[in-house]
Nanobody, 127 residues
Framework: QVQLVESGGGLVQAVDSLRLSCGAS????????MGWFRQAPGKGREFVAA????????DYTDSVKGRFTISRDNAGKTVWLQMNSLKPEDTAVYYC????????????????????WGQGTQVTVSS
């Protein structure tokens, strides 16, 4: 199993930046593609970004393209989500997750492919 812990959330103003971190422990970190999801109040959890096990490929939901960047350090067992030009609609609880499907070359956007989840970190963007 993999244990994930997110940090870095907070209250910021629109156009500010935040960097979320997700630290992993347990099984070797480089066995997993990693993803970030978010859940806004009253809404379902949605895909934000994903990165392959070696950091070679990334994917983003359209609403964050050009503003958010996902990256990872396998030696440090950490994945980050750099969020720039934040908007009030980015307000949500952000979760990191490990893709357990074993399909290393495919970046999944559906929750069902991710077996391991962190507890989430709150990001609030004021206008």
């Amino acid at each position: 199993q993999v244990q994930l812990v997110e940090s870095g959330g907070g209250l910021v103003q629109a156009v500010d930046s935040l960097r979320l971190s997700c630290g992993a422990s347990g099984r070797p970190f480089n066995l997993y593609n990693m993803g970030w999801f978010r859940q806004a109040p009253g809404k379902g959890r949605e895909f934000v970004a994903a990165i392959t096990w070696n950091g070679g490929s990334t994917d983003y939901t359209d609403s964050v393209k050009g503003r958010f960047t996902i990256s990872r350090d396998n030696a440090g067992k950490t994945v980050w989500l750099q969020m720039n030009s934040l908007k009030p609609e980015d307000t949500a609880v952000y979760y990191c997750a490990a893709d357990s499907s074993g399909a290393f070359g495919i970046l999944h956007t559906k929750e069902s492919h991710y077996a391991y989840w962190g507890q989430g970190t709150q990001v609030t963007v004021s206008s």
